[in-house]
């Protein structure tokens, strides 16, 4: 069975940090990239950035470049957001999709297999 389990959401002030989890099973994780995309109430779902298991992270907005930093590791089927210097603008529901191979080079939604479920992020003081 597919999973991919987002965690470490949470409340933060803003200017704090967070790391978000992406942990996969149940296909070859290795084989997949891993993007993460974020949905604001009423607005459609937003494309962040991805990695493969080759190549360095794909931004696909250029705003969250300097603050989002992805990572890998493979020996744990995990994905991991850091988020630094965190806005109340970045406050919504993070997801984290698979699609075989290689990062979409759009970054649409549609284009990735597998999505997590979620997990909120909330900046405020």
């Known amino acids: 069975q597919v999973q991919l389990v987002e965690s470490g959401g949470g409340l933060v002030q803003p200017g704090g940090s967070l790391r978000l989890s992406c942990a996969a099973s149940g296909f070859a994780f290795n084989d997949y990239a891993i993007g993460w995309f974020r949905q604001a109430p009423g607005k459609e779902r937003e494309g962040l950035l991805c990695?493969?298991?080759?190549?360095?992270?794909?931004y696909y907005v250029d705003s969250v470049k300097g603050r989002f930093t992805l990572s890998r590791d493979n020996t744990k089927n995990t994905v991991y957001l850091q988020i630094d210097n965190l806005k109340p603008e970045d406050t919504t529901v993070y997801y984290c999709?698979?699609?075989?191979?290689?990062?979409?080079?759009?970054?649409?939604?549609?284009?990735?297999?597998?999505w997590g479920q979620g997990t909120q992020v909330t900046v405020s003081s």
């Open positions: 990695i493969n298991s080759r190549d360095s992270p794909l």
């Open positions: 999709a698979a699609r075989p191979r290689y990062c979409s080079v759009s970054g649409r939604e549609r284009d990735y297999t597998y």
